[in-house]
Structure formats: structure tokens, C-alpha cells
């Protein structure tokens, strides 16, 4: 049975949460559209976890109202639970069963018949490239082959609205690619997908929206493009060609700018500019300076700078939440 059809796949109003003295959710307001990707990001101890937790019927709120797909998270859990999926932060899957057994059993708490239970195990196995490990008992796969067991197991339902909560921890590069690719085809088959992450590439790469939270609260709410424009103005990043010309660089983008330039390890210097306009100058002056480039790029600032410049924390520091 479904919810009642909104435009909205989760909303929340108010939501307060307290672990003895520590304030887990201070008031939060979450409203996420069907058929998107919606992130919430935020540094350790930030709330988002409680908060999906609150929303999957996991917890329940001290105060504050939460549908999920038109139905009470407080008064119709049972509901709630038959549309959603959810991947915790952490593999939960039996380390004694095989991966057929796993989601099998899953899809039969589900009351799927044993033979569809099956076709729908052998589906999502060969999604997550684990059909050859099929038959091998989960305590033996690696990190990576779990979490993406986990979030199979998450997906048997076939549910409407899927919370990921730090979905790709643990995995290399090409495995996370492989996870935004799922995310991505979840939502083209028209599922809600919210997220939460410790890596803004992340939410960038997939997020329609993006939620910050930080002590409890929701600092910043908008699309990745318009959270980037918090920061404000463009960033011009430069690096030579030659390192010893990295000072005679520095320089010439602080005659441009007016500001101190910053620099990396690798050599590369970028400085705040207040648009386009300025790149017939930078290029005109390198050029009377000889200095040449191998990197030149004019873009908004990038969803890291807009996280330290709303949180005061960098991203790596997002690590893992206990309780919340």
C-alpha cells in the first residue's frame, strides 16, 4: 500500500533528538523531492546519522513531525518500513551465510516466494559484480565485496525511498564509481535516494540538493551549484611550468586580485576573482613576466571551500558518528 502521493518523498519539521546532555538534533527541516538524490553533509557529530536513523523508525524523535513517502515515521512505522531501504554506516549483513543466502533470507522476510526471492538475489548479485562470490559465505569477502552486499540487501524490496548513510566508506576509487553509477540508476528507476557523506565529491557528483548540518542544526540548504556561490566569486588556479617561477607567480595573481594568492603542495596558486573579465589581463601579464603554464582554469569555488567556510571543519574531518 502506498503513502499518499506528495511531490515530496521525505519530510520533516522540527526534528529534536538528545542523547542525556548531548543535543543530537536541534530543529532540523528536511524536505526531499521523489526522484532525487539528496545529501546531507556535515563534520563529525553533526546530527546526520541520528537523523536518518529517526526516519528509517530507527529512533524516535524527542520532538518534531517526519512523513516518509505520506506516512508518520511515529505513528505508522510499519509502513514507513515497507517502502524504504537502508544501508547503515556500517556492513550488516550475516558473515555465516553465503551472499545468495543473505539477500534469499532477506527477500523472504519480505515475503517474496523462494523462488523469486532467488531471481531477485541472483539480479542484484550480478548488479554489484559478486555473482562469482555468490557461494562463498560473507566472512570471507572484503570490505568492499560487503558494503556492496550490504546495500544489495537494502535494494531486495525493491524500495521506494533508499537512505545511504556514508554508502562508499571503505571502498577504493573504482568501486565508489561503481556505487554512483547504482545511485544514479536507483534514481532513473524512479526511486528517493538521501544520502549522507564524507565525501563532497561525492555529493557533488550525484546530489540534486544538498543539506548541511552542523551542531544539531541545518546551516545551509541548495542545489551544489548554489552552495558554491557562498563563498562567493571565482576562483582563478594557475600553476607554472617551471617551479622556480612559483614566487614571480605568486606576484603577478596578487597584482590581479588584490589578495594574497594560496598555494598547494603541487605547485598550483589560485586567487579569488570577480569574474571572467579578468583573463585577457592574467594571460597578458604572464606573458610579459614569461611565465609559462601547464595548468590555467577559471571555477567556482569547490563544495570543500563552502564546507570549511560553513563548518570551520575540512571534510576529511567528517569521520564516522557514534550515536550521532
Do not use: C
Not at 87 to 116: K, P
Amino acid at each position: 500500500m502506498l503513502g499518499v502521493m506528495t511531490e515530496l518523498a521525505i519530510e520533516a519539521t522540527g526534528l529534536t533528538k538528545s542523547f542525556r546532555e548531548t543535543k543530537a538534533l536541534a530543529g532540523v527541516d528536511l524536505a526531499v523531492r521523489r526522484g532525487s538524490v539528496y545529501a546531507v553533509l556535515g563534520p563529525n557529530g553533526a546530527g546526520k546519522t541520528t537523523a536518518v536513523r529517526i526516519l528509517a523508525t530507527l529512533l524516535r524523535a524527542d520532538a518534531g513531525i517526519a512523513r516518509v513517502n505520506g506516512f508518520d515515521v511515529r505513528t505508522q512505522p510499519g509502513k514507513v518500513r515497507e517502502s524504504i531501504g537502508l544501508t547503515g554506516q556500517f556492513a550488516s549483513v550475516d558473515e555465516d551465510l553465503t551472499g545468495t543466502e543473505n539477500l534469499v533470507m532477506i527477500g523472504q522476510l519480505l515475503d517474496l516466494s523462494t523462488r523469486a526471492a532467488r531471481q531477485r538475489a541472483a539480479e542484484l548479485l550480478a548488479w554489484f559484480d559478486l555473482t562469482e562470490a555468490a557461494s562463498k559465505v560473507a566472512k570471507n569477502y572484503s570490505g568492499g565485496m560487503r558494503r556492496r552486499l550490504d546495500l544489495a540487501a537494502s535494494l531486495v524490496g525493491r524500495p521506494q525511498v533508499i537512505f545511504l548513510d556514508e554508502p562508499t566508506t571503505g571502498l577504493d576509487p573504482a568501486k565508489r564509481e561503481d556505487m554512483w553509477d547504482v545511485v544514479r540508476s536507483l534514481v532513473s528507476d524512479g526511486s528517493t535516494v538521501l544520502l549522507t557523506t564524507q565525501y563532497l565529491e561525492e555529493a557533488d557528483a550525484l546530489a540534486d540538493e544538498i543539506t548541511v548540518m552542523d551542531h544539531g542544526l541545518v546551516i545551509a540548504h541548495d542545489t551544489p551549484h548554489g552552495l558554491k556561490r557562498v563563498v562567493g566569486g571565482q576562483r582563478l588556479t594557475v600553476r607554472p611550468a617551471d617551479p622556480e617561477r612559483h614566487d614571480d607567480l605568486l606576484e603577478v595573481l596578487r597584482g590581479i586580485s588584490g589578495q594574497a594568492p594560496e598555494a598547494d603542495g603541487r605547485g598550483t596558486v589560485t586567487v579569488p576573482v570577480d569574474g571572467d573579465d579578468v583573463l585577457p589581463d592574467v594571460v597578458a601579464r604572464l606573458r610579459a613576466a614569461g611565465i609559462a603554464v601547464e595548468e590555467f582554469s577559471l571555477h567556482l569555488p569547490s563544495l570543500d571551500e563552502v564546507f570549511f567556510t560553513l563548518t570551520g571543519t575540512r571534510s576529511r574531518d567528517n569521520d564516522q558518528e557514534a550515536l550521532v
